[in-house]
């Protein structure tokens, strides 16, 4: 599960319905292009950046994070092994491909 970031609505202008859903448009659309081309040429220059690193359990963890270093995404759990944690970044990029975008009244 990706929890959203922390006061992520507000710190990347989504205050609207319309906002979210175009955000989450466009992280799934550089998601989904990372996947046939490298992070660095997705999305006419704009950068997703997974950053994996060991929390204070000693679990490992990652950190999907924009062009602007602003965090987008965090895992709901840390992993055991770093070989876990990049199964987990790889699957969030697969998985985005054919995710749906589904409004929540």
């Not at 609207?16 to 999305?43: D, F, H, N, P, Y």
């Not at 070989?83 to 699957?91: D, P």
């Amino acid at each position: 599960m990706i929890a959203p970031a922390a006061n992520s609505q507000t710190e990347i202008g989504m205050t609207t319905r319309r906002g979210a859903i175009k955000g989450v448009a466009g992280v799934l659309g550089l998601l989904v292009s990372s996947t046939s081309a490298s992070l660095a040429s997705a999305a006419q220059g704009a950068r997703l950046t997974f950053e994996i690193y060991k929390d204070t359990k000693g679990e490992f963890r990652w950190t999907l994070k924009a062009g602007n270093r602003q965090v987008l995404a965090t895992p709901g759990e840390g992993y055991t092994t770093k070989a876990a944690c990049r199964k987990s970044i790889e699957s969030i990029k697969r998985g985005a491909a054919t995710a749906s975008i589904v409004e929540v009244p």
